[in-house]
């Protein structure tokens, strides 16, 4: 069942977003050469406690970290540690938080002095298959109208979506119905209804669409180590329009 939100929930659910996108943009300020993936991890706790807002990820199913932080070939999911940001490298972050019940959860890709024109179109594309997914997200439009909106981007631009991984909604729980896949047919799934609230997110591969998880259970990196793209948002369906609850308000 697709929880429909109350005006009253999505008042709550941009608060969330907002204060996601606050700290993801925060986060994606302070990534420079040489910093480790744990000091924007410490920064982000740091930043939540300001906020008075608590990390949706740390203890999810045991994750150890306030955030996700996937350099390059990590897709999704790695755990900040010692590994240094370089010049020339893209860096995942995605900011999951609760607040007075309802969860936001808002990622992005920031490229480190990239000069591949290959990483930076990848990196530009999968923003442009985020944004061209939010467009289909509203009444008149089915799920999987948003699903093939966003392979369309990225496999017109030569690259693959990650098919292991979906988007999902969101809410009171981090994860609701419905998956969310980056990739499909148009005109299936449910009718998108006004006050869905949905976490779209694209993973996008330049090379092979295929990935693995790392020892530490976590970590999903792509199988030809090559590098991939992440942005997310949070979004309500609307009659015309999907509304992006992780707008960063400023
Ligand atoms: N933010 C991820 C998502 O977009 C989920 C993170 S899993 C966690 O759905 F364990 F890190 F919380
Ligand atoms: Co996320
Ligand atoms: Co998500």
Request: a neutral charge; one cysteine or more; glycine letters at 12%.
């Amino acid at each position: 069942m697709i929880i429909i939100k109350s005006p009253e929930d999505i008042a709550k659910m941009r608060v969330a977003g907002r204060n996601a996108r606050a700290i993801c943009e925060a986060l994606a300020a302070r990534v420079s050469p040489g910093i480790t993936t744990k000091a924007l991890d410490d920064e982000a706790g740091e930043l939540m406690r300001r906020q008075g807002v608590r990390s949706a990820f740390r203890g999810y199913r045991g994750y150890p970290g306030t955030v996700c932080i996937s350099v390059n070939e990590e897709v999704v999911h790695g755990i900040p540690g010692s590994r240094r940001i370089a010049v020339g490298d893209i860096v995942g972050i995605d900011v999951g938080v609760l607040v007075n019940g309802f969860h936001g959860d808002t990622a992005l890709t920031v490229m480190v002095g990239v000069t591949d024109p290959d990483v930076i179109r990848l990196v530009e594309v999968t923003k442009q298959a985020l944004q061209a997914g939010i467009a289909q997200a509203h009444v008149g439009r089915r799920l999987s109208d948003v699903s093939h909106a966003i392979e369309k981007t990225a496999a017109t631009a030569g690259f693959a979506v990650v098919r292991d991984f979906v988007g999902h909604g969101i809410g009171r729980q981090m994860h609701e119905e419905p998956q969310i896949p980056n990739y499909g047919p148009p005109g299936r799934g449910p009718k998108l209804l006004a006050g869905m609230t949905l976490a779209i997110e694209p993973m996008v591969n330049l090379g092979c669409a295929e990935v693995n998880m790392l020892d530490d259970g976590w970590t999903v990196v792509t199988r030809d180590r090559r590098p991939s793209a992440h942005f997310e948002h949070t979004v309500v369906v609307g009659a015309t329009t999907a509304e992006v609850l992780t707008e960063s308000g400023c």
